[in-house]
Every structure is written in C-alpha cells, then in structure tokens.
C-alpha cells in the first residue's frame, strides 16, 4: 500500500474518532490523581496453552510467569536463578549452583529436585524438541545436593547457556502442576518463579497476570497485568486512542498490531512514546526446496523471486523507514555472519533473465509463464493476523506478476503457519530468524528440523553436507573453526535462495508517556515488565 493509501484509511480512522471523546481516567480503573499500578496491552491473538514446555503459548505472557537459570543479556549470559556455574574441561558437565531464596508461586521450594523434574520432563518429550540442539545432547541431570544440580552432555555444545536461557523449553513450573511427573501430556496449572502470576484466562478475550508477592527479585510496581485480545488494525488503534489499553507492542508473530503512522499519530499527540529495540531479526520468505512438483524448488525461481522484489519500497512505504532492506538471512552485526555473500539486488531484467534461461517462457498475449504445460505459480502463506505481512504479501504478488509468476496470497492464524511450515504444505510462506541472541546457532539449528525448516533445505544441491557442517559446528571448541564452518553454511542457503530476505526488524513499543522502564531483553518478545512503573 502506497503513502497515500495510508492517508486515507487513517483520515477514516480521525473521522470515526471523532465521536469517541477523550480518553477518561474510569477506563483504566484509575482516580484522579492516584499512580497508576494496572497495564492493558493489546494482543491479536489469545495468550493460548501456557504450558512452558510446548510452544503454543504466548512468549511474552510466558516471559513474565517462568524463568531461566542463566539470563541472556546485551553484556553476555547473566545469572538468574542459578547464582552460579562451573564448566567442566571437556565441556560436557555443567554445574549449577541455584539461588536458596526462590518459591514457586504455588508455595513449593525450587531447588534441585524441581531442576531435574523439568528438565527430564522436557526432555520426555524429545521429538517436539528436536529443533533445539540441546535437547539432543543432553544425557542426564543429576541432583548433587539440595541446591546443586549437574547438567551432563554426550558432546561438546558450545550454545548451551545460551539456549538455557531462552523463553522456553529449559524453564521451570512447580513439579505440583505436572501430571505424571511431566508436562508433555499438559499440565494442571501455571505456576513458576517469575515476577507475575497468570490470575485468570477467558479464552479468545483477556487473561490478567498479577504481580506476585513473593517474587524473589522484589514485588514488581506494575501490580496487574491484563493481556487483551483485540483484532489488528483500526480496532487496537481506537482502543488506544479510548484509553481502553494502554500499551501495544511487537508479538512473537513479529508483526505490530498497529502500523507505522497510526504509531506516528499516536506519538504526534503528545500523550504517547514510541520505543524501537535495536534491530533483532530478519523478516524472510522461506521457499519450500523439497517440493519437487512445484516450481519453487527450481533454484533459478527462487533467485527470481529474489531479484523482483523491491525491499527499498517495502522499506519505505510499508515500515516507514523503520524496518530496512535485507539482502541475506543474517544482518551483519549477528556473530559470525559478517562475511562476503554474492549480491542479488532489486532487477527485474535479471530476474526474466534468469527464469528465461531455466525454460520459462511467457508466450505471447499471455500473463503468465509456463514450460512443458506448467504454469509457473506459486502460493505464498502468510499470517492473518499481522496487517504488515498482507501488505507485503499483495505487493510481492504484483511485483513477480510482472515477470511472469502467479502468486496466490493466502492469510492463515500462526499456528497454522507454524504447522504449514513442519509438514511441508506449503510453496512460500512468511517467517523470520529467531533474533540477535539466538542466531546464528539457533536459526541455523532449524535447517535440519522437521519441525521447522528441513522442508526448506532438504531440496538443495549438498543438503547432506549442510547438514553434517551444522552438526560440526554446535560441537566445535575452536572458534576459527566455527567462523569457517558458519561461513560455509551461510553461504550454502545464501546460494541456493531458500530463504528470501526481505527486512531487518525491531521490537516497536507504543506506550502512554508517562511509562517508564521501557527497555528489551535480549531474548526476543520477552519484556521487562517487572521493571516499568508509572511516573
């Protein structure tokens, strides 16, 4: 959608809001006068299963209820409920040394014993786990005393704290919530260590998290937490705008629930902040290689793809400047990825040439190209919920319909996305890498899953080499080792086109003015509500 487009929805928007009156202290539950202590956020989907150990929930909401041992931060891996860690000369044994002031929310002690229930309840189930590298190298957790717990490894893994400290799976929940002594199966309740307890969940509608009392870091100032579930778009904006909520912010979707100048206007009116994160991910289309009767596993269509897509205008006109232009999977500044890729940028005669070349062939009077009876089309998947992505997707769709390429767009919830992407039902479809703190070993890790990107590399020329060279990497010791082994492999996919760049994004707040404490972890989608208070 054009600028101008733009314009007139949002004059749309000011007419009807025209009606609504100003934004009242009564909405929020807040005397005149009085520091406010509750938050309302605007969420497009429901906070949904908040089991820690499956990836249905929300990662924001699971955030603020469960913890990590170590803590991933812009200044390295922190301590957090282990005060402490001892590596062994092998590298195979990790040793914990927990804090001995920390509860549960249900009253029940964390101590080793809850460690190795959860980690073994994890790794239970090791299939759904399989896309974290860890989950494969883990041999035993060991109770050495009440406040001890000794992690052994069947290799090598040099990401191991740091996927200790991602939002999930290695998190802990109260061993009394656990049926059967695991979590793979449900769980009977959401109790963890964290700053915020879940206090009550209307499915598709709201759930509230209040503070918790006992939290070993200190009560938190924010004392109620209400995730609401409005659609994206006009609706959020208006709801802001009514004092309905209070705060919206970049989903685990990666996708905002207003746009960028409905952010601008809400700014513009002086009782609203936007806050942007450094940029964290790379906004991608993840081609599906392995799909042998379509046209997207032909490495020359990919390229194509990648070559008719102008990311400047996507840049501009769609993020407002404030996504950029991506031209491989990972920007610079990940570890290991600052390294010398072949260039594809936007030419749309390089593109015909290409697909002129690998034998498609646009006869005349005709809109779309075909060879030996097959019509170059594709679908292109793309999550429902996120306006951005839409806008994206018609726009990417005009574009390759001038080089030939039918494009369907087809809008689906993320969790259908999700299992579009692990059984392989799809030709094109919308996702991004895990973010700065992951990547590259996580992102990268997921080129091998069948939960997450095999589909897409399987179909490669030396998918098996790809393969052996990740599992290298994860165990080298030898850091010119891994630079080397993380520079094959990037410029294995980089050369094969299966995942096409289209961003490098950030993590958007829009909050009232008078919100401090606004700040974003390193674990991506994760906020530090615990820290943010009212002026």
């Keep these: 959608m054009s600028r101008l487009g733009f314009s007139i929805v949002f004059a749309m928007v000011l007419t009807v809001m025209a009606g609504c009156g100003e934004k009242g202290t009564e909405q929020t539950g807040t005397a005149e006068g009085e520091k406010k202590t509750n938050l309302i956020y605007a969420s497009a989907k429901d906070i949904n299963d908040m089991n820690p150990h499956l990836y249905t929930g929300s990662m924001p909401a699971q955030g603020m209820v469960y913890e990590s041992l170590v803590e991933n931060t812009a200044e390295g891996i922190k301590p957090l409920l282990a005060e402490s860690w001892d590596i062994s000369e092998d590298g195979k044994t990790y040793t914990f040394h927990l804090r001995k002031d920390v509860k549960f929310q249900d009253g029940e002690p964390f101590n080793a014993e809850a460690v190795k229930a959860n980690f073994d309840a994890v790794q239970a189930n090791s299939e759904k786990h399989a896309w974290i590298k860890l989950s494969t190298k883990i041999v035993s957790t060991n109770v050495l005393d009440e406040h001890t717990v000794e992690l052994v490894l069947s290799s090598t893994y040099y990401p191991t704290l740091v996927e200790l400290s991602m939002t999930r799976p290695y998190v802990f929940i109260s061993p009394k919530d656990m049926i059967n002594g695991g979590t793979k199966d449900g769980v009977n309740g959401y109790h963890g260590t964290g700053p915020y307890m879940l206090m009550e969940h209307n499915v598709d509608e709201n759930a509230t998290f209040v503070a918790n009392e006992n939290y070993w870091g200190g009560k938190p100032e924010i004392q109620r937490i209400v995730a609401k579930v409005l659609p994206a778009g006009e609706t959020t904006f208006l709801a802001l705008q009514k004092g309905e909520i209070d705060f919206v912010f970049t989903d685990d979707r990666g996708a905002d629930s207003i746009d960028v100048e409905a952010m601008n206007q809400l700014a513009d009116s002086g009782e609203y902040q936007v806050v942007r994160s450094e940029p964290m991910n790379t906004s991608i289309i993840a081609a599906n290689s392995s799909k042998k009767d379509n046209p997207v596993s032909e490495k020359a269509v990919r390229e194509a793809i990648w070559h008719a897509i102008d990311r400047d205008t996507i840049s501009n006109d769609i993020f407002d400047g404030t996504q950029t232009p991506a031209q491989t999977l990972f920007s610079s500044n990940v570890n290991y990825a600052n390294i010398e890729l072949q260039a594809r940028n936007y030419d749309v005669?390089?593109?015909?040439?290409?697909?002129?070349?690998?034998?498609?062939?646009?006869?005349?009077?005709?809109?779309?190209?075909?060879?030996?009876?097959?019509?170059?089309?594709?679908?292109?998947?793309?999550?429902?919920?996120?306006?951005?992505?839409?806008?994206?997707?018609?726009?990417?769709?005009?574009?390759?319909?001038?080089?030939?390429?039918?494009?369907?767009i087809i809008g689906e919830e993320s969790s259908s996305i999700a299992n579009r992407r692990s059984t392989g039902e799809y030709d094109l479809l919308f996702n991004q890498t895990w973010g700065l703190a992951y990547d590259p070993q996580s992102t990268i890790s997921a080129f091998a899953s069948s939960s997450a990107y095999l589909h897409t590399t399987s179909g490669m020329a030396g998918a098996k080499e790809l393969y052996a060279k990740i599992e290298e990497v994860m165990v080298s010791i030898d850091e010119d080792t891994r630079k080397s082994l993380y520079a094959d492999i990037m410029t294995m996919v980089h050369d094969e086109a299966v995942f096409i760049p289209i961003t490098n994004g950030s993590m958007t707040v829009v909050a009232p003015k008078n919100l401090d404490g606004i700040a974003f972890k390193q674990t991506q989608y994760e906020l530090p509500f615990e820290r943010m208070k009212f002026k």
């Design 349 to 408: 005669s390089s593109a015909q040439k290409l697909l002129d070349e690998a034998g498609w062939t646009l006869e005349s009077g005709a809109t779309v190209r075909t060879k030996n009876g097959q019509a170059l089309a594709m679908d292109l998947y793309y999550d429902s919920n996120s306006s951005t992505q839409k806008t994206q997707a018609e726009y990417i769709q005009n574009e390759l319909k001038g080089i030939g390429i039918q494009l369907s």
